[in-house]
């Protein structure tokens, strides 16, 4: 194996997709055949149990969850969420599915999804959806995208209205106000003259403080504020 075969390798990114619809599923995998550059770990189609080992296991970049329920049984999909931003908080999740409402997307993202993509976008996207939240960043339906963001701007506002900015350090402030901006961990440490891991530390606290658990509630909460 050559050097650039093993650079090829390297930046792939690793996988993980839940989809109980072999018709969906087949989809998916259609889209993603001709990508070099994406990684299949493992597909789950039972429980979600079974799912959550295999994030452990399998320590995904990104998961794929294919969402074929119907709506009222978001809440479940919600709390599966927030379970696995417990178990491996590095993956990134982006949901699939059909939903017609603005707040079941927003519910979904303040639950911890990095991203949705709607099952009738064209498949072409899929992989750029994937390459955009491996990176940080949020994917929504393009016409979509102007009147989600505002509504998860009013809820995030809203959800913390009761925290303050004066639980933060004059760093961790710095450090919220450039997530607000857009920018990436190394980014951050430059702007500072600090360290990534130092970076990495001070947004640990910052989710402790004001009670978050993504990088977009940060950024959100930022944007809300006012803080540039």
């Known amino acids: 194996m050559n050097k650039k075969t093993i650079a090829a390798e390297e930046k792939k990114t690793k996988i993980l997709i839940f989809c109980p619809s072999e018709i969906i599923l087949s989809g998916i995998l259609k889209a993603m055949e001709a990508d070099a550059g994406i990684e299949i770990a493992n597909v789950e189609k039972n429980t979600i149990e079974s799912f959550m080992e295999s994030i452990k296991k399998l320590r995904p970049q990104v998961i794929l969850f294919a969402n074929t329920e119907p709506l009222p049984n978001m809440r479940e999909i919600c709390k599966a969420i927030k379970e696995i931003s417990k178990l491996q ?13 603005h707040e079941e997307i927003v519910g979904l993202i303040n639950a911890g999804a990095r991203g949705y993509f709607d099952l009738t976008d064209p498949a072409g996207q899929l992989s750029e959806a994937i390459r955009v939240i491996n990176k940080g ?32 350090t004059p760093t961790e402030f710095q450090v919220l106000r450039l997530i607000g901006q857009g920018k990436s961990n190394d980014e951050i440490a430059e702007v500072l003259f600090i360290s990534k891991n130092t970076v990495r530390s001070h947004i640990k606290s910052i989710y402790a403080k004001l009670d978050t658990h993504s990088r977009l509630q940060l950024a959100l909460y930022a944007i809300n504020s006012a803080l540039f």
């Open 137 to 168: 960043e949020i994917w929504l339906p393009r016409d979509k995208m102007s009147s989600i963001m505002d509504r998860i701007i009013s809820v995030v506002g809203r959800d913390l209205k009761e925290k303050t900015l004066d639980q933060l």
């Open 89 to 101: 908080s590095k993956s990134q999740l982006l949901i699939l599915g059909s939903i017609p409402s």
